[in-house]
């Protein structure tokens, strides 16, 4: 009896994120790692869908999110937040596929540089950018909250607490 041949992956789809896929997109960033005490997720998508909410993406295996990217421009410097891919599908080109589309998008808006951070300590990251053509920009990233946001993480049985956070 022969053997099936190997399974190949779908071709990665990439569109705009909808209301829809919000808890698939939380989801994602949360096996990522890309989520922090101080960012609430559904936040960060509210506050993306009142700026530029065509580019907020994710990138599709079948009907399944593996992916998610949400892309900044102000008219001078590009943005890349929640670049993540699910962990059984990384190492397929799936990160790169979705970068190419962001940079894509911000040439066409005329955008002449693209920035990023990567959090302290996540080396897979800065070596991912590094290979795709990003490098230190010498530069120290500072920031100010004006908004203190609090996400505990996810309950026990599903979707992210509301519990205020230890002390606020």
């Known amino acids: 009896m022969k053997a099936p041949p190997p399974r190949r992956e779908m071709r990665l789809e990439i569109r705009p994120f909808t209301a829809a896929d919000t808890g698939a997109v939380i989801d994602v960033w949360l096996r990522c ?3 922090h ?16 909410p065509d580019l907020f993406l994710v990138g599709m295996i079948g009907a399944t999110i593996v992916s998610t990217i949400m892309i900044g421009y102000e008219g001078h410097r590009g ?3 929640y ?3 699910l962990p059984g599908h990384r190492r397929r080109g799936h990160a790169r596929r ?4 962001a940079e894509r998008l911000l040439r066409l808006e005329g955008c002449p540089k ?3 951070q990567v959090r302290n300590g996540n ?3 800065r070596l991912f ?3 795709i053509g990003y490098s230190d920009s010498d530069t120290l990233g500072l920031g100010k909250r004006l908004e203190h946001d609090c996400w505990p993480g996810p309950a026990p049985s599903g979707p992210p607490s509301k519990r205020p956070c230890p002390g606020g």
Do not use: F, S
Request: glycine fraction near 14%; avoid cysteine; charged fraction near 30%.
């Open 33 to 35: 790692g890309l989520l």
């Open 37 to 52: 005490p101080g960012n609430d997720p559904g936040k960060d998508i509210q506050r993306k869908l009142k700026v530029r």
């Open 79 to 81: 943005w890349i937040n």
């Open 83 to 85: 670049l993540g891919v």
């Open 98 to 101: 979705m970068m190419e589309e």
């Open 114 to 116: 693209i920035n990023l």
């Open 123 to 125: 080396e897979a990251a």
């Open 129 to 131: 950018y590094e290979g």
